[in-house]
């Protein structure tokens, strides 16, 4: 089944504490994308990835890091997370010219 | 300007009536306009989508009209259910730097009571 699976679905973690969010897409697309959601402010856009090696800011990327090493993955990495990042995120590949994202599931992270 | 501004921010319909959310848009470099669909623990998926070269697409029970003079879109549901409760959100896109750049609005959640 053609996907996009993020990792893990939810996250409870302090202040400070460096994690990461995994993200893995198997339908060989170039564009990969991260987003996080909140309340009244819809989707906004963190990094995005052209293809591997080949990443650049989105709309909100302050306090996060990514990284495209191969073409189907593509971790979010939050170096020393703070409560204000607490969000909704989302994952999502899109195929070069076909213009329409797929989305994962979603990490519901909470930073206490 | 990249923003694309979307209403109403929630939305209650009779089963069997038509759902109307609007967007509006700035910038005319946009030229692909997506709607995605929203269900609760899921991510967005793909529902419709139109070009400005054309004012009106329709998919089944959803149709997209587009108004390329007001800058401005809007998604119609009609016979609405209780399974097109969702959250629902607009977007505009165009190429940048080589990427497609995708804004989303805000969403609208729909509710559909029986």
């Known amino acids: 089944e053609a996907q996009v699976t993020q990792n893990p679905r939810y996250l409870i973690t302090v202040t400070g504490k460096k994690l990461t969010v995994t993200c893995s897409q198997n339908?060989?697309?170039?564009?990969m994308s991260w987003y996080r959601q909140d309340p009244g402010l819809g989707l906004r856009q963190i990094y995005y990835s052209m293809n591997v090696e080949v990443t650049d800011k989105g709309d909100v990327p302050e306090g996060y890091k990514v990284s495209r090493k191969e073409k189907r993955n593509f971790p979010l990495i939050l170096e020393s997370p703070s409560p204000n990042q607490t969000s909704l995120y989302f994952c999502a590949s899109m195929i070069s010219g076909v213009y329409g994202y797929t989305f994962g599931s979603g990490t519901r992270l909470t930073v206490v | 300007q990249q923003q694309v501004k979307q209403s109403p921010q929630s939305l209650i319909v009779q089963k069997g009536g038509i759902s109307i959310i609007n967007c509006a848009y700035e910038?005319?470099?946009?030229?692909?306009f997506p709607w995605y669909q929203q269900f609760p623990g899921k991510g967005p998926a793909l529902l419709i989508a139109i070009r400005p070269d054309v004012s009106e697409k329709k998919e089944g029970r959803f149709t997209i009209s587009f108004n390329k003079s007001a800058k401005q879109f809007s998604l119609h549901i009609m016979d609405s259910q209780p399974g097109d409760s969702a959250t629902y959100f607009c977007a505009a896109s165009m190429v940048s730097g080589g990427y497609q750049k995708v804004t989303f609005g805000t969403g609208t959640k729909l509710q559909v009571i029986p």
């Open positions: 910038n005319t470099a946009f030229d692909y």
């Open positions: 339908m060989n697309h170039e564009y």
